[in-house]
């Protein structure tokens, strides 16, 4: 079975803004996309849906605020959009560094997942740097982190921004296991900085071993979330070199 690839149309909102979702869904499936990954879910499907009905694009991924107020209207929202995974799009750095950091963050976590289960969704967050760079008892937040929580939590691990915390990528993807349940893709400078992202084969990072390392079901979501240039070119260049890779990965 072949994974999903997909686009976090965050990535294009400022084309979203300039031209409308229409005009960004109606390129994306020129493209060949057959999914995206809405950002705030509850906030936006009314105006994306009409989109994904005429072009049959679907969205098995989605983000959205999994804690507080907007918890509620998120999960509804996904379930609506007919989402399996939904996706907390981080936590504040300074959440990362307090003493009960993992504690805290796996009880909102759960609290999400309790809501999502009846409705056939599974939740996770896009992990950033600072959950690598925290260490607890020796391993990285993230990783403590996933130790915690029960099957229905998981992560969608960026390799780009695992990078830039400076970490062993795929050791982590390793000690991760199945809590990997999708993945952002963006490229990038080995720097150990945040400079430029790139499209997807643009960078620097070893997405043929990522790729080796991955279950072959996991959705792949291009997620250029600061991206200086044209977004939906390097959207659509990213997809065209995944889409290379997986055939070279299983060739």
Known sequence: MNPVISVQLWSVREEIAERGWDAVIDTLAEAGFEHVEPFHVSRTLPDLAPALARTGIT??????ELVGDELPRTIEAA??????LV?????????????????????DLERAAELAAPLGMRV?????????RVTVDGRPALVALME??????????????ATIAGVDVPATIGALGDKVLAVHLKDGPLTGANEDQVAVGDGELDWPEFLSLLPRTVPLVIGLDEFRGPTLDAVIRSRQRLVGLLEARDS
């Open 79 to 84: 379930a609506e959009a007919g989402a399996t």
């Open 148 to 161: 915690r929580v029960g099957p229905s939590v998981g992560v969608e691990f960026d390799p780009y921004w």
């Open 87 to 107: 996706m907390h799009p981080s936590f504040p750095a300074d959440r990362w560094h307090a003493p009960d950091a993992v504690e805290r963050i796996a009880d």
């Open 59 to 64: 969205t098995p991924t989605v983000h959205g």
């Open 124 to 132: 996770a967050f896009h992990n950033h740097d600072d959950d690598l």
